[in-house]
């Protein structure tokens, strides 16, 4: 294995157990909030949190792309961490008059006490997203993943202990707001930059590169919360509840995907401007295998076991989401690929095409999600962005081919696909045993699956196995 390859590996990794466990501590906390608040209460959170993350994006600009993309240039870092810095404050600003002015468009943000503390949540929020920044650009991705991973600890054990005292929504908003704050503070500490005099001339750089960033982020955004806000339009609040509980539970398909995506998108950047475009190239096909590790499996345990998980795990109104939680899962495996794709694009200094692909596919959610909705419930939102991926990931492979050579590696995915098939058949065999249905019965299937699956592909891909023990050997600091 190469020095390239080792960082790749052991910043990946970094993520990818930083990943596991966010999601994992999530995972039990929801099921805590499903059964002590219910579907309406986390569907109003969710309602909250897409309306947050929108006006994030619309402050961020893109700059937390083109910020990163001219600082791991290495020329006048410093120049370019104070006007990012200072684009996104004004933005701050914008949104903040925008809302005062247009306050009365969130009468239900009003209602129930959470307008100024939306505001607050903004605030803090631009300033973590600034000082991140300088933290992912300084290659210290270790640090990053381990600081969101705090952040996501605070986040769940404020929101618990609020819960428990009866704060209901405002605690779960409350335990986000904490966890970014602490966040912000941790990287304040490790920041290697510092402010100083920047020019029109590095605003104008930053944005050459972000208006594009600004417009891929936003239909990425788009893509994960433009159908909680059109379900919320069309049905209760509680099936808000329902679809983004699968919605939540989905992401342990994009473990992978995810984490090589925050540790590649540096590295990659930087290999495309020294003109290593076969590391590139290699780096993305080595990268979509692992991203369908986790996916495909995945998907064929929803198509088993979804009902029961969804009906045990989190309560019984949550089971109607059975069907959606399948097609999600499904969604989830051409996202993994498609957001890969997307971010070799970025990378590559080609953010105009990674757009294209995005907004076709985010503008046929909308449209779809509007149609389907009303007709289809949840199924139908699922539907819709099963159509945004699937149309995502061919534009945008239509686009890197014109960049680097795009190739799969056929043989792993045949484990990978052959090891699903083999779970698929003992779990099949053992539903049909007139066992009694129990959160333990599930529970016992979900880890025998999961035993079957990877020690089949262990067995069968001796290059996943090396490299899955090579993992144990890793530096980690």
């Not at 304040?188 to 590095?202: E, G, P, R, V």
């Amino acid at each position: 294995m190469s020095d390239i390859q080792r960082e790749v590996h052991r910043h990946g990794v970094m993520y990818f157990i930083s990943s596991i466990g966010i999601t994992l501590i999530g995972f039990l906390a929801t099921i805590f909030y499903a059964h002590w608040v219910g579907a309406g209460t986390l569907g109003s959170y969710f309602v909250f949190l897409s309306v947050f993350t929108l006006l994030g994006v619309i402050i961020d600009l893109g700059i937390s792309y083109g910020g990163t993309q001219r600082i791991c240039e290495g020329k006048e870092p410093d120049s370019f961490f104070t006007a990012s810095l200072a684009i996104r404050c004004g933005m701050f600003i914008v949104v903040v008059i925008a809302l005062l002015l247009f306050q009365d468009r969130f009468i239900d943000l009003k209602n129930a006490g959470l307008f100024w503390i939306l505001i607050l949540a903004l605030g803090i929020a631009a300033l973590q997203a600034s000082v991140a920044v300088s933290i992912g650009a300084s290659n210290r991705l270790g640090l990053a993943a381990t600081a969101t991973l705090i952040n996501n600890l605070i986040r769940i054990v404020v929101q618990l202990i609020a819960i428990f005292l009866g704060f209901q929504v405002y605690g779960l908003v409350g335990g986000l707001i904490a966890g970014i704050l602490v966040e912000l503070l941790i990287e304040l500490k490790y920041m290697d930059y510092h402010l100083k005099k920047f020019s029109w001339s590095h605003v104008k750089s930053l944005f050459s590169f972000s208006g594009w960033a600004f417009i891929v982020n936003t239909g990425t955004t788009l893509f994960d919360n433009a159908n909680i806000l059109i379900i919320a339009y069309f049905l209760p609040v509680s099936d808000v509840g329902i679809f983004g509980v699968c919605w939540t539970f989905s992401v342990f398909a994009l473990f992978v995907s995810t984490s090589l995506c925050n540790t590649l998108y540096v590295k990659v950047s930087r290999w495309n401007a020294a003109g290593k475009l076969d590391t590139v190239s290699a780096s993305l096909s080595r990268a979509t295998t692992y991203s369908l590790v986790f996916a495909i499996p995945m998907l064929a345990g929803g198509l088993i076991l979804g009902e029961q998980l969804l009906f045990f795990i989190y309560g019984a109104s949550f089971a109607a989401g059975a069907t959606a939680l399948v097609i999600i899962i499904a969604a989830r495996i051409i996202q993994s690929i498609y957001q890969l794709y997307s971010n070799y694009l970025m990378a590559t200094n080609h953010v105009q095409t990674a757009f294209y692909g995005l907004g076709v596919g985010v503008t046929v959610n909308i449209i779809l999600s509007i149609i389907l909705v009303p007709i289809m419930g949840l199924s139908g939102a699922a539907v819709a962005s099963f159509m945004n991926v699937l149309i995502s990931s061919i534009i945008g492979r239509h686009f890197l081919e014109e960049i680097i050579p795009v190739f799969i590696e056929k043989q792993s995915i045949f484990h990978i696909i052959t090891s699903t098939i083999i779970m698929s058949i003992v779990l099949l065999v053992i539903s049909f045993i007139p066992l009694p249905k129990s959160s333990m019965i599930t529970a016992i299937m979900v880890i025998l699956g999961s035993a079957i699956y990877f020690t089949t592909l262990l067995k069968m891909d001796k290059q996943l196995k090396e490299d899955a023990f090579s993992t144990l050997n890793i530096r980690w600091f």
